[in-house]
C-alpha cells in the first residue's frame, strides 16, 4: 500500500510539473473562420476565409505573429451589367499584439502589415482583382479553457488602400505548444 501511495504521490508530481511546462510555452498557433467585409468600387460583399495564426510571446504583454488567411466563400454583386463574384484569394501578414490577461480572459490589440489579393470574376471576363499591402490593426479578446487552450473572437481591419476596405470578425481556436 506505501508502494502505491509513493508512486501515484509521483506522478501526480510529474503531472503537475508537466503541466506547468506547458503553460510556459511562449508558442502558439490560432486557427479561425473569418466573415470579411470588402467595401470598394461601388461593391460591399461578404466573402468569407480561413484564417492561421502562429504567434511567439516575448514578454507577459507582448508577442508577434505571421498569419496566413484563404478564401473559402465568395459574394457576388450586381455592377449594372452583370454579377461580379469576390473572394480573398489568400492574405498573409505580420503583427505584433499587446495584451493584458484577466484571468482567463485576455484582451489584445494587433498591429501591422498585411498583403491580401481580393479576386473578382465575371461572366464577360472584365473584372479583374486587387492585390495591395497595407498597414492593419485590430482589437479581440481570448478565453482559456486551460493553460494550452482557448477561443477568442476578433476584429481586423485588413486593408484600406486604393478605395477598398477589407475588415472583418474573426472566430477561433487556439493551442499553446
Known amino acids: 500500500m506505501k508502494r502505491i501511495a509513493i508512486a501515484a504521490a509521483a506522478a501526480f508530481l510529474l503531472l503537475g ?3 506547468a511546462q506547458q503553460a510556459a510555452s511562449p508558442l502558439y498557433g490560432e486557427i479561425g473562420y473569418t466573415m470579411l467585409n470588402a467595401d470598394g468600387g461601388g461593391a460591399d460583399v461578404n466573402p468569407h476565409a480561413l484564417r492561421a495564426i502562429i504567434g511567439y510571446d516575448l514578454h507577459r504583454y507582448f508577442a508577434v505573429e505571421g498569419m496566413l488567411a484563404f478564401g473559402v466563400r465568395e459574394d457576388s454583386f450586381f455592377d449594372g451589367i ?4 469576390v473572394k480573398l484569394k489568400h492574405a498573409y501578414g505580420l503583427f ?5 490577461d484577466f484571468g482567463n480572459i485576455e484582451a489584445f490589440g494587433r498591429l501591422g502589415w ?3 489579393k481580393v479576386d473578382a470574376s465575371c461572366p ?3 473584372c479583374s482583382g486587387q492585390s495591395e499591402s497595407d498597414f492593419a490593426y485590430g482589437l479581440g479578446v481570448n478565453y482559456r479553457f486551460n493553460p494550452k487552450m482557448h477561443v477568442g473572437i476578433d476584429w481586423m481591419r485588413y486593408q484600406d488602400k486604393n478605395g477598398l476596405k477589407l475588415d472583418g470578425w474573426t472566430i477561433g481556436f487556439g493551442y499553446r505548444f
Open 124 to 126: 464577360s471576363g472584365t
Open 96 to 100: 505584433v499584439k499587446p495584451k493584458y
Open 114 to 116: 498585411v498583403k491580401a
Open 17 to 19: 510539473t508537466a503541466q
Open 82 to 85: 452583370e454579377n461580379v463574384d
